[in-house]
Each structure stands twice: as C-alpha cells, then as structure tokens.
C-alpha cells in the first residue's frame, strides 16, 4: 500500500488540498470538477506551478519517479501526442518491446509508423497506454481516461484497465466523476470535495451506505437505474 500521509496545497490566501489517504491496489479517487482531484495528481507527478506553496509526505514501498516507476495517462487521447510526429517516435524503447505491448492491446502493427492524427479514440488510447507500461511502472494515475470517449469505447478500456492491472499488479489511481465508473474497476474509492476527503472505504460499503450527502449525489447522478445498490 502507498500512502500519502500529508498532501497540502495553498496559495498564500487559500488551502487547496488538505488530506492524507492510502493508495491500494485499485483505488478511485471521486469528486466533481473543482474538488481538487487534477491538483493532487500534479502534486504526486510533482508538476504543479512554483506559486503553489506544496507539502507532500509519502510512505511508498518504492520510489515514485515520473516516466520510470510512475506513469500517466491523460485526459484526451486527441491531445496527449505530437500530432505531426509518428507513433514509432513517440516510444523511447526497442521496437521488439513496443510491438509485444501492440499485441497484448490489440493493435495492429502497420499503426505503429502512422501519425497520430489518423488513429481513431480507441487506437489513440491504446497507444498512450502502452506508452505508460513500457517501464513496467508501480503506479498508474488515470486521469479521467474515458472522458473523451464514447460510451462503448468507455466500457472497453474500464475492462482494458483491469485486465492490464492484474497482468502487471501495478498500484492504479483511478480519476473520475463518474462514480459509477469507479465501482466497475476499483475495490476501494476515495471521496474528495473542496479539497478535503469526506468518505473513503471499500467500494461495495460506499455505495451500499454512503455517509456523506456529497457521496449521496455523486451516487445519485452516476446512477439512473438503483438496482446496483442491493
């Protein structure tokens, strides 16, 4: 387990972020836009801007290094690669290493010599995920990875993300507002608003006996059909 035992972000007038919480194995972290979820993850990518006053202690069983023991995956496939420069230029690994990662996400090799522009969503995704396991990394952060995706193709890389993190065992933080995603790929789910965590716990005791109001309306607005919670 990773834990993050203080993550502080202020500004001189204002406090950001201001919790501690463990990393298990597949956790969600879940709040709606404004609740501090993409700050935290550029605290622990150690990418926030130098006017931020940051305070982070992490008890890790390895070391957090970006690009080597720790990976990333964006928001939007459609922005995250050089439009005009090829995939094969994209990947800092032998060949033979990327095509192993082209079989197991089930892309075609002819894609690896294409620009990024004529990949579809799905292949774009595929291929920053395979960028984000080339060094076999410990931790993986997803940053609201589906949200640029069409239903479909959502549920396709929940299932992708899973399958990939009980092949490889890495640590995974799951960033989303979507609860209802979160239930469908991680066991453990960290409730953040304004900063500040208001729940955490095993995923099937949050949604069945939610303790917080906030909690309640993520439910409730991730959720049409109830059934879930019996």
């Not at 995939?87 to 197991?104: D, G, R, T, W, Y």
């Not at 193709?153 to 799951?174: D, P, S, V």
């Not at 906030?214 to 409730?220: A, C, G, P, V």
Request: aromatic residues 8%.
């Amino acid at each position: 387990m990773i834990k993050i035992e203080k993550l502080t972000i202020k500004t001189k007038q204002k406090i950001l972020v201001d919790f501690s919480m463990n990393i298990h194995k597949k956790t969600a972290l879940v709040g709606q836009s404004g609740s501090g979820k993409s700050l935290t993850l550029k605290a622990l990518l150690n990418l926030l801007p130098s006017n931020l006053d940051v305070e982070l202690k992490i008890n890790s069983p390895f070391e957090l290094k970006r690009g080597e023991s720790l990976s990333f995956i964006p928001q939007n496939p459609f922005t995250a690669l050089s439009p005009r420069t090829k995939i094969s230029k994209q990947f800092f690994a032998p060949a033979h290493k990327v095509k192993k990662l082209f079989e197991l996400l089930n892309l075609e090799w002819r894609l690896f010599n294409e620009y990024p522009p004529n990949l579809s969503g799905g292949q774009l995704q595929r291929v920053i995920i395979a960028i984000a396991l080339i060094n076999n990394p410990n931790l993986m952060l997803l940053d609201e990875p589906t949200t640029a995706l069409d239903t479909q193709l959502k549920e396709e890389i929940i299932t992708l993300f899973k399958e990939l993190q009980e092949e490889f065992n890495f640590y995974m933080l799951f960033v989303t507002h979507e609860i209802n995603l979160a239930t469908k790929l991680c066991d453990y789910i960290v409730i953040l608003k304004d900063g500040k965590i208001v729940e955490q716990g095993e995923t099937k005791e949050i949604i069945s006996n939610p303790k917080s109001s906030y909690t309640k309306e993520l439910i409730e607005s991730s959720f049409a059909n109830r059934e879930f919670r019996k």
